[in-house]
T-cell receptor, first 113, second 114 residues
């Protein structure tokens, strides 16, 4: 158990809809990272927040957004969903803003039908 | 752009065999390199890292050396165990301002048989 929790575990929704994925980092970690893992694209870094502020951006679509709240939990919002957004979404956390020792959560499996 | 290429799996070995998983990268600057491991049903775990050329990362009997001349970061272990069965990902990270270009290889599935 990495100490990172993600909810929900599974999510099934229809095209065009909007969903919110939630992540709680390990106690004491200030950074949260979001990743997408799909069969065709592999594992992709989406975005990082550090202590409530956006720290780094990767391959995140404009339809996707994230935020980190004062209690350090983070939410990833996915809107206007397409079939191709079906994937496993991982959250990871680390102590610092440039730490490579990231602790991954178990992931949320999103299925868009 | 930056990219990571690792050997395709699956790889099947007998216990105590020698393991090599090849990884090469393309980068515009001087990235940091990593190996992550993903056990069934779990998220990724950092296995080892190297932040500059000629650095050797090591953990749990696994090793990888950052070779700038060959742009490689091959993962090795002298004697694998059944418990090493997992998917292994090679990755690089290169920061530029507020952008973090983090790239992962496609993953190599390792199965170790008793």
């Amino acid at each position: 158990d990495s100490g990172v929790t993600q909810t929900p575990k599974h999510l099934i929704t229809a095209t065009g809809q909007r969903v919110t994925l939630r992540c709680s980092p390990r106690s004491g970690d200030l950074s949260v990272y979001w990743y997408q893992q799909s069969l065709d694209q592999g594992l992709q870094f989406l975005i990082q927040y550090y202590n409530g502020e956006e720290r780094a951006k990767g391959n995140i679509l404009e339809r996707f957004s994230a935020q980190q709240f004062p209690d350090l939990h983070s939410e990833l919002n996915l809107s206007s969903l397409e079939l191709g957004d079906s994937a496993l979404y991982f959250c990871a956390s680390s102590v610092g803003q440039d730490s490579y020792e990231q602790y991954f959560g178990p992931g949320t499996r999103l299925t868009v039908t | 752009g930056n990219s990571v290429t690792q050997m395709e799996g699956p790889v099947t070995l007998s216990e105590e065999a020698f393991l090599t998983i090849n990884c090469t990268y393309t980068a515009t600057g001087y990235p940091s390199l990593f190996w992550y491991v993903q056990y069934p049903g779990e998220g990724l775990q950092l296995l080892l890292k190297a932040t500059k050329a000629d650095d050797k990362g090591s953990n749990k009997g696994f090793e990888a050396t950052y070779r700038k001349e060959t742009t490689s970061f091959h993962l090795e272990k002298g004697s694998v165990q059944v418990s090493d069965s997992a998917v292994y990902f090679c990755a690089l990270s290169e920061r530029s301002g507020n952008n973090n270009d983090m790239r992962f290889g496609a993953g190599t599935r390792l199965t170790v048989k008793p």
